[in-house]
């Protein structure tokens, strides 16, 4: 489940726009009714060997996977295919976007 949060200060912010808080509260209907799925399809000689995925918010434009998880996927296959899946959370509707396919070790970026 996910609970999504309006802050006090929001609500203050828009108190002046009742325009801005309709369009805020119908957006956030939307994405209470939606899912974001992001997977890796992993592959090892040309055979599906694993596959990794995470439920996010629609709305989340990237996500960060933990080092350690990039590691194991990395000793795991050699060739990987990244996808978003969007879905109604009635399951009544979803797209998938075509895979991004990575033919090397998925990049380990650190700060």
């Known amino acids: ?5 309006v802050s006090e200060e929001l609500l203050k912010d828009y108190e002046d726009d009742p325009d ?10 939307r994405e209470v009714h939606a899912m974001a799925r ?3 399809d992993i592959y090892k000689y040309e055979k599906n060997v694993g596959y990794f995925s995470i439920i996010l918010p629609v709305h989340l434009a990237f996500i960060s996977i933990p ?3 990039v590691q194991t996927i990395n000793q795991i296959g050699d060739r990987f295919e990244l996808k978003v899946q969007i879905e109604t959370k009635d399951k009544n509707n979803r797209t998938y976007s075509k895979p991004f396919i990575l033919n090397k070790l998925l990049p380990i970026v650190s700060k």
């Not at 489940?1 to 949060?5: E, L, P, Q, T």
């Open 67 to 69: 080092v350690d998880v």
């Open 20 to 29: 801005e808080i309709e369009n805020s509260f119908q957006r956030f209907k």
């Open 38 to 40: 992001a997977s890796i």
């Open 1 to 5: 489940m996910a609970i999504k949060v």
